[in-house]
T-cell receptor, first 113, second 115 residues
Framework: GESVGLHLPTLSVQEGDNSIINCAYS??????FIWYKQESGKGPQFIID?????DKRQGQRVTVLLNKTVKHLSLQIAATQPGDSAVYFC????????????FGRGTQLTVWP | ETGVTQSPTHLIKTRGQQVTLRCSSQ?????VSWYQQALGQGPQFIFQ???????GRGNFPPRFSGLQFPNYSSELNVNALELDDSALYLC??????????????FGPGTRLTVL
């Protein structure tokens, strides 16, 4: 089955700095990826998605980069704020079940004032 | 807020018991998926229901079962609870049509503890 993993389990940044969270995936046939943010005591919240026909997609303060050659995703958060502190997951959409999500372990982002 | 609610928030059961968890999807969403999230891990797919029929299952035994109702609510039932069933259970609703699915919206989860 699909395997989605993250390079670092924790990331600490200073408020105002940029954050980069990385993710590797193993299924080269995957064509849709999503980043989720999960705050303590809450369910995952959609941040941004990207399809395999794109290399980059930008949202509000967030950018996702997709490198299909090395099967790598990254989430960049500009001007990181304390409210960005959470666990971030990349999820791969695939399999025979429509919309089934395959999640990695997650990266805990901590933003220091 | 996502418009997806789950109940109860927390639940404590003992090994061997049965439990029913509930989810209320966004109005109009015809698809609900259930995930199990162990502490420190990413959510793992349990199964999905589309228009009240099971539409795919992950690597979970048959004692995990579900129902989806016409009023956009659904249930996850777990029989013969084991200690390893202790986890956060998440439901996610979405609208699927024409072979594509819209963004999945997650509820806040039910924290199940099995003693």
């Amino acid at each position: 089955g699909e395997s989605v993993g993250l390079h670092l389990p924790t990331l600490s940044v200073q408020e105002g700095d940029n954050s980069i969270i990385n993710c590797a995936y193993s299924n080269s046939a995957s064509d849709y990826f999503i980043w989720y943010k999960q705050e303590s005591g809450k369910g995952p919240q959609f941040i941004i998605d990207i399809r395999s026909n794109m290399d980059k997609r930008q949202g509000q303060r967030v950018t996702v980069l997709l490198n299909k050659t090395v099967k790598h995703l990254s989430l960049q958060i500009a001007a990181t704020q304390p409210g960005d502190s959470a666990v971030y997951f990349c999820a791969e959409v695939g399999g025979s079940t429509l919309g089934r999500l395959y999640f990695g372990r997650g990266t805990q982002l901590t933003v220091w004032p | 807020e996502t418009g997806v609610t789950q109940s109860p928030t927390h639940l404590i059961k003992t090994r061997g018991q049965q439990v029913t968890l509930r989810c209320s999807s966004q109005s109009g969403h015809n698809t609900v998926s259930w995930y199990q999230q162990a502490l420190g891990q990413g959510p793992q797919f349990i199964f999905q229901y589309y228009r009240e029929e099971e539409n795919g299952r992950g690597n979970f035994p048959p004692r995990f079962s579900g129902l989806q109702f016409p009023n956009y609510s659904s249930e996850l039932n777990v029989n013969a609870l084991e200690l390893d069933d202790s986890a956060l259970y998440l439901c996610a609703s979405s609208l699927a049509s024409g072979g594509y699915t819209d963004t999945q919206y997650f509820g806040p989860g039910t924290r199940l503890t099995v003693l």
